[in-house]
């Protein structure tokens, strides 16, 4: 005869099983833990992610009651289903849409640590509409992103692909007004900077700086990113921190060659993309796997980074 899960006194000691971030706060034993994960009813996350000033952007993968098969809501998606609309948890209603059936990311269940995650096909993104304000402070003030994701599918795919952007690139174009993260593996063109993520902020055409940091980022491996933006840094190394797996901040070694130019205040040149470039100009679209983003608006203290890291390495069983 099973006994009923444990916890404290005054909470609710057995979470709903549709509801992913229940409230289901306890202290749970290694079995009831892992029921808990099969089951998808992880204990509450909102103490720790919510709970932190700044909050901007909260996206699950996991979270199978945010992804919809129509931009204005509709049906959930099942598993291999199409996702029209991303739904953000971070209160701040700021939802990833595509409108296009043939350029939706696939749902793919029981992908990384049990759990469901968005696959990108190389063709395939979704993007916030209307608002090209709305992450200004990824350009003009100070960030902090987290990632997980998977780039490729093979080892060594040798390609450069899109992870998110609210401006252009391109060979003709090096950056408009914005922000992009981009993963590289291209070891014939770049070979110092294999299986790195490329975090640039651009203003009006010139890259205010540029993040190239060799940080092993493996292909066709899960991992998760943080990355710190701190433009106004009088250090130049000190503008970019991009850590791996929790591990030791890795900044700049591509310096800044606009370094004395302001700030780049005004809207992005373009909405905000996940899974490809944004803008009219498309290529080197992801391929391979996001499971989750946070984002907040501030560089946060190491503390609260901390806090976040180890909540996405154990639900994701990144290590």
Request: overall charge neutral; aromatic content about 8%.
């Amino acid at each position: 005869m099973s006994r009923p899960r444990a916890g404290y006194i005054g909470f609710n000691r057995v979470p709903a099983a549709t509801a992913i971030n229940s409230a289901a706060s306890g202290v749970w034993t290694v079995r009831e833990a892992e029921s808990l994960r099969r089951a998808a009813t992880w204990p509450s996350a909102g103490n720790v992610v919510t709970a932190i000033a700044g909050l901007q952007l909260w996206l699950d993968a996991s979270d199978a009651s945010t992804l919809f098969d129509a931009t204005t809501g509709g049906s959930l998606v099942a598993a291999d289903g199409g996702v029209a609309r991303w739904e953000d948890k971070s209160g701040n209603a700021r939802h990833m849409t595509q409108g296009t059936s043939g350029s939706r990311p696939t749902r793919k269940t029981a992908i990384q640590n049990s759990l469901a995650v968005l696959r990108f096909d190389g063709g395939d993104s979704i993007s916030m509409p209307s608002s090209t304000a709305t992450f200004n402070f990824l350009h003009d003030g100070d960030s902090t992103v987290f990632v997980v994701f998977k780039a490729g599918t093979t080892a060594n795919p040798d390609a450069l692909y899109w992870m998110m952007s609210n401006n252009v690139s391109d060979n003709s174009i090096d950056g408009k007004t914005g922000f992009y993260l981009r993963w590289d593996d291209r070891t014939s063109a770049n070979a110092d900077l294999t299986d790195s993520l490329l975090h640039v902020v651009s203003n009006n055409g010139q890259p205010r700086f540029v993040g190239n940091a060799k940080n092993g980022f493996l292909a066709n491996t899960f991992g998760m990113a943080t990355v710190r933006g701190d433009i106004a840094n009088a250090t130049i190394a000190g503008r970019s921190q991009i850590r791996r797996n929790g591990g030791s901040a890795i900044t700049l070694i591509t310096g800044d060659t606009n370094a004395g130019t302001a700030l780049p205040t005004a809207n992005a040149s373009d909405n905000f993309t996940i899974g490809d470039q944004s803008g009219a100009v498309k290529g080197a679209g992801l391929v391979g796997d996001i499971a989750e983003i946070i984002m907040y608006d501030s560089a946060l203290s190491d503390t609260n980074r901390a806090a976040v890291e180890s909540y996405l390495m154990s639900k994701w069983g990144i290590v």
